[in-house]
């Protein structure tokens, strides 16, 4: 080799390792662990009383505890609390403490030493105007009514409680609330009692006897009605508190709360553990969903009229066919929460896996009982989908535990802490099979009830109750990230009768992903026989020989959907085909996806695909083929467009709208204009609207999409659609269109939408800029952060003051460094300027 040859091949191997590096990473940030304490929280006790129109609260926080070690001084976080005062009970007799307050806390100076094993009962009196963790959001049917929620991860609470305010803490809590008529409280446990009080106020009494963490303390209050539910089978009382007017939409959104309460608590054989439940539709809740225990937050968009044709969304989704967040399903994930994540509680964030994965993949099983093992699947495909487009897309392969990250939001990323971490455990079900792994859940759940939990005890648990060492698996999906990739070969050695399969690991090797360990499943059918075996791999490449007494007429790899990654097995038309017509869903899926990528114009392909939009197959095979009609020659492509947009399933028409972004212009344009005229379903036409934006080619387009405007649709969706739309052509005539949908009562999906239209059509408007300003200083949680980011995205110069005083001021960690990360854009910009 000469000395250029070599320097060839010296600078190729640098850069395919220097790609190879910089195409995936771990993320970086703060190290969080376990919080050191000083004190154990057996009680608390908060008496408040809600300024509502002022946003702000006056309280008294009863706090009974016991030192961890002999102290005479200990602290409670409390973020900007104005302290009033402290004491200490002693014989029945209030005490004057003395306190410092700093570092949001308060330091209490106790009057001797006292020792673990001590009870010691304090009072603390304040006012708060909380900016986070209690939110007074306007009530979009009346101008002079707020809602007003709370909401602890991360550590907010400490601004309206003082607290100790992490989650490796649990206490039994009652929260005694005052606020004004018309207003009623939810709040944990049981109603203990409620009052008239004077100058048109009522008090109410909550109380939960059972041990749960700071964060999950909750208070709801708004124009309220109250709708019962059947009890669950063992007795626990089932509600649901709806907006004024909405009793019908509340019945209906959670009529299936008795039949979910009752799966679960047979499913892991430990039943529903708390007091009662209840279920509170908020407007506006910009959380989405929240497990408080024993009252769970949603979202109004939860709620439905059925006679209204609703999709089945949770929240709006104009992007993609199906999303796993249904309405049912994110009942059923909050449900869940009340074994996994209220109950055993994960010790600190970095572990938050053990609340969301657990949490999500309950979901799933939900669904699997309810609609069957193909919705089962999708979840599964769904959830694979929008993981390794993540990772595609963001390069990030961050594990489940991770304990890296300023953003708290940063470790509840829905990709990877959501979806990878339910897949890991269905992978997780069938290593064990499905008794084992119920059963060890059941032993979990026993074994650690009312406490807080970490990885390794969920790795005791699966070796105390099937004996096997899952080091491998841990390392692999818990403390590591990514995913493998598997390229595959495969020939018949016909006078030998073996099937030669080779197997490769083809995923960067780099910090945090290394080859992975794992069963792969193969399934081989001849004319005779159906042969399945499981071939484990560890290396880069894998070999393997396999009787088989005659030619294979499918090779399937993992046709069940169990590996969470990708699997590359090139075949030839035929095979593809007959894979489709014979195999399991996940086979099939990644046949057909295969089939269209590298076979659209072959006569197997249009025999195979009119056969299945014509016949008995799942509507969500058929929008997988409607998705992708693009890629297919004309004739067919229209054929198949006119079945799809006519199926009586509307997610089969979604598909075929989002497919037409692949189709010729003039197609799309025509057709989508008679989809947005023609459609029922407002999810269809939403989504219609969207697509049509992106071939929009002058005012014809822009005022027939304007005319959508305002049509009756579940949740705004049309409305948002058509900012959306808005965005994407980016015309600053549209600005007087949009400016009224920024503000209320349009719902936040719409309003942060008319921002985004807004800033697209006219970046340099300073009626948008002093908007985003006011909107980021004192708005819905939501509004907050998209105002932030926004100002830093444009950049806007002139909002350097506002961003540097919620960097400062603000409650919210998370909205404090959105802030300073903004302000670095600005002066970036100013810097080149």
Not at 49 to 73: F, K, M, N, V, Y
Not at 555 to 564: A, C, M, T
Request: aromatic fraction near 12%.
């Amino acid at each position: 080799m000469n000395t250029k040859q070599l320097f060839r091949v010296i600078f190729a191997l640098t850069t395919f390792f220097t790609l190879t590096v910089a195409a995936q990473f771990l993320p970086e940030g703060r190290y969080h662990t376990n919080r050191e304490r000083d004190i154990d929280i057996l009680h608390y006790k908060a008496q408040l009383e809600l300024d509502i129109p002022d946003q702000s609260l006056r309280g008294s926080a009863t706090i009974t505890l016991t030192p961890l070690h002999a102290t005479h001084r200990f602290s409670l976080d409390a973020v900007r609390l104005d302290i009033q005062g402290c004491s200490i009970r002693i014989a029945d007799q209030l005490q004057t403490l003395p306190f410092e307050v700093g570092d949001d806390k308060v330091f209490l100076q106790l009057p001797s030493t006292y020792h673990h094993g001590d009870t010691i009962t304090v009072q603390i009196d304040y006012q708060a105007h909380p900016t986070a963790g209690m939110y007074f959001v306007k009530d979009p049917s009346n101008k002079n009514l707020r809602y007003v929620y709370t909401y602890g991860e991360g550590g907010l609470h400490a601004n309206w409680l003082p607290i100790y305010n992490d989650v490796n803490d649990k206490f039994t809590s009652e929260l005694i609330v005052t606020v004004p008529l018309p207003y009623r409280v939810i709040s944990n446990g049981i109603l203990v009692a409620t009052e008239e009080v004077a100058g048109q106020k009522r008090l109410f009494h909550w109380k939960e006897t059972k041990p749960h963490s700071n964060y999950l303390i909750v208070l709801y209050a708004g124009n309220f009605e109250k709708g019962d539910l059947p009890s669950a089978a063992n007795g626990t009382p089932l509600h649901f508190w709806v907006p004024k007017g909405r009793l019908e939409e509340g019945a209906y959104s959670f009529r299936n709360t008795p039949e979910m309460v009752n799966f679960f608590s047979e499913r892991f054989n430990y039943p529903y553990p708390w007091e009662k439940y209840d279920q509170i539709a908020v407007p506006d809740y910009s959380i989405g969903a929240m497990e408080h225990t024993t009252a769970t937050g949603h979202r109004a968009s939860v709620l439905r009229n059925p006679n209204q044709n609703p999709p089945d969304n949770f929240g709006p989704d104009l992007f993609h066919y199906y999303n796993i967040w249904t309405a049912d399903g994110t009942i059923s994930h909050e449900l869940a929460h009340h074994w996994f994540g209220d109950n055993l509680t994960c010790r600190n964030l970095s572990m938050i896996w053990l609340n969301e994965s657990f949490a999500t993949y309950c979901q799933m099983l939900w669904d699997e009982n309810a609609h069957g093992k193909g919705i089962f699947y999708l979840d599964r495909l769904t959830a694979l989908d929008r993981y390794l487009e993540f990772v595609k897309n963001n390069h990030l392969i961050r594990p489940l535990e991770y304990h890296q990250f300023d953003l708290v939001s940063d470790i509840y990323t829905q990709e990877i802490t959501y979806f990878k971490g339910a897949l890991v455990l269905h992978f997780l079900r069938y290593l064990l099979g499905d008794e084992a792994f119920f059963r060890m859940l059941s032993d979990y759940l026993h074994k650690h009830e009312f406490s807080n939990v970490d990885s390794h005890d969920f790795q005791i648990a699966i070796e105390e109750a099937t004996g096997q060492n899952l080091d491998w698996f841990f390392d692999d999906w818990i403390y590591n990230g990514g995913y493998p990739i598997l390229e595959v070969e495969s020939r018949y050695i016909a006078p030998r009768k073996i099937t030669h399969l080779v197997i490769r690991q083809v995923q960067s090797i780099v910090e945090g992903q290394d080859f992975f360990t794992l069963p792969v499943e193969v399934t081989i059918v001849t004319a005779n026989k159906t042969i399945t075996d499981t071939l484990w791999i560890d290396d880069r490449e894998e070999e393997f020989f396999i009787p088989t007494p005659g030619k294979p007429q499918m090779i399937s790899l993992d046709r069940d959907g169990v590996i969470i990654g990708e699997i590359h097995f090139p075949k030839s038309a035929s095979d593809l085909v007959y894979q489709i017509e014979h195999d399991h869903p996940a086979g099939k899926i990644r046949a057909l996806r295969q089939l269209l990528e590298r076979y659209p114009y072959q006569s197997e392909t249009a025999r195979v695909l009119e056969k299945m939009m014509k016949g008995e197959e799942e509507w969500w095979v058929k929008a997988e083929i409607a998705l992708r009609l693009g890629k297919l020659p004309l004739k067919l492509q229209q054929k198949l467009l006119r079945r799809a947009l006519n199926a009586s399933d509307y997610h089969i028409r979604k598909a075929a709208v989002l497919g037409l972004q692949s189709c010729s212009p003039e197609l799309a344009r025509k057709t989508l204009r008679t989809v947005i005229s023609k459609d029922s379903h407002g999810d269809v036409v939403a989504t219609a609207i969207i697509v049509l934006s992106k071939f929009a080619t002058g005012k014809k387009d822009i005022d027939f999409i304007t005319a959508q405007l305002n049509r009756p649709s579940w949740y705004e969706e049309i409305n948002l659609a058509c900012m959306r739309a808005f965005e994407n052509i980016a015309s600053p005539e549209l600005v007087k269109i949009i400016q009224p949908y920024s503000n209320y009562p349009h719902n936040q999906f719409v309003r942060n939408a008319a921002l985004d239209a807004w800033a697209a059509c006219k970046p340099d408007d300073p009626q948008l800029h002093h908007l985003l300003k006011r909107f980021a200083m004192n708005e819905n949680y939501g509004i907050v952060f998209h105002a932030i980011e926004l100002l830093g995205d444009i950049p806007v110069v002139s909002a350097a003051e506002t961003l540097e005083e919620i960097a400062i001021t603000h409650g919210d960690p998370d909205v404090r460094l959105t802030a300073e990360q903004a302000l670095v854009k600005i002066e970036k910009l100013e810097a080149v300027q």
